[in-house]
């Protein structure tokens, strides 16, 4: 049998009490990098749904009806309905929790796209389309005036009109730079002054 002095039992006692405080730790730790790693989007995992749409290949039964799932969410906000109603939606289809709606709509959202942007540019090809439409029309009336401005209007939402942006002018690297040699220290100390006073 062991006797501890007051000192020896206060250190042991602070080295177990450090040694659970560093578990406790260590525990919090894992869970969160657990928690953190079950909340993230693992884009691998939409790899076999990204390879079925462009490689056709097939799907177990379990990954067809998860790919309904990401069709039905995305359909569903790209006919005009709002995220809310697309989360009560498959919650109520598929008896789902709310976070797991929520994955799922984010996850169609990188295998078809976001509806925003692919939305406004519908609409845009739409109102092209409208125009053309109306030019038709009103050639076939006899209003050519109209036409022309209803067909300009077409030209001009669909971006026929604008220049194509380019990245660097080659032009720019032709010209030649301007170098001058000098021995000459007060030159240097002009241009150091000129340096500081910009």
Known sequence: MRFFTSYQAGV????????????????????????????KIDEHKL???????????????????????????????????????????????????????????AEAAMIFGHVQTIDK???????????????????ASGDIEAASRAWERADKLEGLHEDDKIGLNPDDFLRAAKFVFTDNINVLIQQQKRADDE
């Not at 042991?12 to 079950?38: C, D, P, V, Y």
């Not at 540019?121 to 050639?139: D, E």
């Open 12 to 39: 042991s006692g602070i080295i177990i009490a450090k040694t659970e405080n560093f578990s406790g730790e260590m525990a919090k730790t894992t869970a969160l990098q657990r928690m953190k790693k079950s909340l």
């Open 47 to 105: 790899d076999k749904f990204l390879a079925y749409y462009h490689e056709n290949t097939a799907l177990s039964k379990d990954d067809q009806l998860m790919l309904e799932k990401y069709r039905k969410a995305w359909s569903f906000l790209s006919l005009g309905r709002t995220y809310e109603m697309a989360l009560a939606m498959l919650m109520k289809d598929y008896q789902i929790q709310e976070r797991q709606a929520r994955y799922i709509i």
């Open 121 to 139: 540019q519908a609409k845009k090809m739409a109102s092209a389309n409208y125009y053309r439409l109306l030019s038709n029309i009103a050639r």
